[in-house]
């Protein structure tokens, strides 16, 4: 597996010597000063080219990184803004490289304000950038209106998994779970956090941080809302979610003076037990 630094010499050297490239930036995680890098974090570079078709026509230029074991997407197009194209490359000797690649090159000052490094700039297209604040992803403080939507809207949303589970329709309960997991407890837990930590700290993408930043009570409590294939442990990780919802957003709520609505949370938590007991 070639180094961070062999690997970085190779995208410099060769956007150096093509003439369609006129810029190459690194951002992510190995842009960022003392970030948690390991040998499976990926290299995040983004190009700027005169002439973009030839990136969108086929992969030939992306060879010269090395052989080639697994693309997404498999033809280059774009995924995320639509004057880009993206091609993420798992190469053969395990290195990750992740482009995303434009002929744009109006760039915003602040475009980078979570962490970059200039690899290549032979047309100073780069030259104004601010300096990176990397304070784009941290946690903000909810506003009253913010917190009553997620609070509320979980009780609703988590309806459906006593629903399926009573079915025994296990893909559609556990897409629920999940969906619940991801749009509400994640962002309560994160909210939990920035109020613990001064609303100071980036918990990273889909709670990748979170164990980092909970204390080992709640970290445990929010294992357990995890389940295998089980019925009766998919019902038990779902109270267990429930439960843990309750805590954190009732201790956010006093925290911050939001009002929870706690006749919501005991009506709809009878209605699951209710459902509960009619499979039994």
């Known amino acids: 597996m070639r ?16 003439d369609l490239v006129r ?17 499976l974090s990926d290299y995040d570079i983004e190009l700027f080219v005169w002439e973009i078709a ?10 010269e990184f090395g052989p080639i074991m697994v693309r997404w997407p498999y033809k280059p197009k774009s995924t995320f803004h639509e004057d880009w194209i993206t091609r993420l490359i798992l190469f053969k000797d395990k290195v990750r490289i992740d482009f995303q690649i434009t002929d744009r090159f109006q760039v915003p000052v602040d475009d980078y304000d979570d962490g970059y490094q200039v690899l290549v700039d032979k047309d100073n297209i780069l030259q104004g950038l ?5 304070s784009r992803y941290k946690i903000r403080m909810p506003s009253p209106e913010e917190y009553g939507t997620i609070v509320n809207e979980f009780w609703w949303n ?15 309960a556990k897409y629920m779970m999940a969906s619940i997991r991801h749009e509400y407890l994640h962002r309560l837990i994160e ?3 920035g109020m613990q930590k001064g609303w100071e ?8 941080k979170f164990k980092k930043f909970l204390d080992i009570e709640t970290w445990q409590e929010f294992e357990l809302t995890y389940a295998g294939p089980q019925k009766e442990e998919n019902w038990a990780a779902f109270f267990n979610m429930v439960g843990l919802f309750r805590k954190l957003a009732r201790t956010l709520g006093e925290h911050l003076g939001y009002n929870y609505p706690h006749q919501v949370d005991e009506d709809v938590t009878e209605y699951f037990c209710w459902i509960q007991a009619q499979g039994k």
């Open 130 to 134: 601010a300096e990176p604040t990397f």
């Open 201 to 208: 700290v980036d918990t990273g993408v889909w709670g990748r």
């Open 54 to 63: 030839s990136f969108q026509e086929n992969d030939d230029w992306i060879e």
């Open 3 to 18: 180094t961070g630094r062999e690997v970085i010499k190779t995208i410099k050297e060769w956007a150096s010597a093509n």
């Open 23 to 39: 810029a190459a930036v690194l951002t992510g995680s190995r842009a960022v000063p003392d970030g948690q890098i390991d040998f």
């Open 191 to 193: 909210w939990y956090i």
């Open 158 to 172: 988590a309806t459906y998994v006593p629903k399926y589970l009573f079915r025994d329709e296990l893909p559609f």
